[in-house]
T-cell receptor, first 118, second 109 residues
Framework: GAVVSQHPSRVICKSGTSVKIECRSL??????MFWYRQFPKQSLMLMAT?????????EQGVEKDKFLINHASLTLSTLTVTSAHPEDSSFYIC??????????????FGPGTRLTVL | TQLLEQSPQFLSIQEGENLTVYCNSS?????LQWYRQEPGEGPVLLVT?????EVKKLKRLTFQFGDARKDSSLHITAAQPGDTGLYLC?????????FGAGTILRVKS
């Protein structure tokens, strides 16, 4: 149980284009999903928290118009990197949590998406 | 801002050796999780500790939560090459997880 998938696993795009990353909870309903960014050999940096049916809450320093998050259903959240630039290249990871399934703030992570902007 | 200091940052040891990773904070956490992550993959939850002073064992891994719920440790006995990876501690604070900087462990055979 508690499986989270991400799609795509890797994406390469040209500078100026937009990229959409999907995060799905496969066997549970995720009332809350989180989006993280991770640089090589570093820890996870929380970008935003999204609750189903409401606007995402962004961490300080994260541009909400740059990183659009939609959590339209209890099993799907999307992150769209708009007008991507090379500095947006990173490993993006989502996580999901369901209060009914996981206790104590446990989050279940997707496998990540490697974004490379040329 | 809640900070979770994790040490050491890097650890390279021989197979069979023991090691301990520490996470310390000035903040009290309602719970603390330990994750292991391999390159190109997402973190995988190893354990959650909740009660101050709690000790949990997972085969050769022993996790401890400090009495005041501000610190935690991960001890690996007789490390194996398969233990190689990035170990992350994460403290639950409100709705979020606060992550430590991570410990890159390399176990050489």
């Amino acid at each position: 149980g508690a499986v989270v998938s991400q799609h795509p696993s890797r994406v390469i795009c040209k500078s100026g284009t937009s990229v959409k990353i999907e995060c799905r909870s496969l066997d549970f309903q995720a009332t809350t999903m989180f989006w993280y960014r991770q640089f090589p050999k570093q820890s996870l940096m929380l970008m935003a928290t999204s609750n189903e049916g409401s606007k995402a809450t962004y961490e300080q320093g994260v541009e909400k118009d740059k990183f659009l998050i939609n959590h339209a259903s209890l099993t799907l959240s999307t992150l769209t990197v708009t007008s991507a630039h090379p500095e947006d290249s990173s490993f993006y990871i989502c996580s999901a949590r369901d209060w009914g399934l996981a206790d104590y703030n446990e989050q279940f992570f997707g496998p990540g998406t490697r974004l490379t902007v040329l | 801002t809640q900070l979770l200091e994790q040490s050491p940052q890097f650890l390279s040891i021989q197979e069979g050796e023991n090691l301990t990773v520490y996470c310390n904070s000035s903040s009290v956490f309602s719970s603390l999780q330990w994750y292991r992550q391999e390159p190109g993959e997402g973190p995988v939850l190893l354990v959650t500790v909740v009660t101050g002073g709690e000790v949990k064992k997972l085969k050769r891994l022993t996790f401890q939560f400090g009495d005041a719920r501000k610190d935690s440790s991960l001890h690996i006995t007789a490390a194996q090459p398969g233990d190689t990876g990035l170990y992350l501690c994460a403290g639950a604070y409100g709705n979020k997880l606060v992550f430590g900087a991570g410990t890159i462990l390399r176990v050489k055979s």
